[in-house]
């Protein structure tokens, strides 16, 4: 299984790296982490499908079912139907090559991550991994954005100033790490709205006050710091996938 803790050790330095370097906004950040991450899931993936390889859980549970999940299909697919999107795109005479090969290697990015996940996820113990990696990520990036605001963190563009009263109603937007207000905003909606609907079924256990006050605490942050980007588009993407699940869970 040694193999497999090296993924988790990876795919954990990736996204805390991607929390750091401003999302891998900028494909200079990128490219070393692409680099190291692909090499690293090429050679495991050759020592698990090679013949000597005694991983009968890849070999047969893991890539069994993966083939009969609809799911699973959606959920690798999509990274991988966007980097040929905009391979075809540089193919037939892109305006900008180098960005749509860029847009290539980011989209890889993306579908190694989602791959590795999706696998960790089938591990025994695998999604305590996940749930620690997305909790960390999550708590980096809210509490060094709130801890800004009181110069207690320095972020030199963690904070976006304006005098237009059409983007910011108080004149300054909250961008945290990632130093844009509207992707701070959607991912600060996603954690809120993972920590909103975990609650569902802490509740139908009947936890004790004490435990459903702990499991709640995230919400505050979380919530301050969507409300502190101002990111419109945010808040009514948060709004409609808060009433769409409450309708789901309605009973």
Sequence with gaps: MWGWRALYV??????????????????????????GYGMLCFFLGLYFILPRSRSF???????????RSYGTWVWWICPIVMLLLYGMHASIGSLSVQ???????????????AVTAYAMGKLQGGRNMLAFIWHTAGGILVLSALLAIYSVVPLDHG??????????????????????????GVLMAAFL?????SLIPLLQRGPSTARLML???????????????????AWLAAGVVTAIGLLLERR
């Design 193 to 197: 709205l993972e920590r909103l609907f």
């Design 159 to 184: 904070i976006a100033h304006t005098s237009n009263r059409g983007i910011s109603a108080t004149g300054a937007r909250l961008g945290g790490l990632l130093q844009y207000p509207n992707t701070f």
């Design 215 to 233: 499991a709640s605490l995230p919400l505050l942050p979380y919530t301050a710091a969507l409300l502190l980007s101002e990111s419109r588009g």
């Design 10 to 35: 990876a795919l954990w330095a990736v996204i805390i790296a991607s929390c750091m370097k401003s999302g891998l906004y900028f494909s200079a950040d990128m490219y070393p982490i692409l680099i």
């Design 57 to 67: 859980y890849v070999k047969e549970k893991f890539i069994s079912s993966t083939l």
């Design 99 to 113: 960005g749509s090969v860029n847009q290539m290697l980011r989209w890889g990015l993306y579908g190694l991550c």
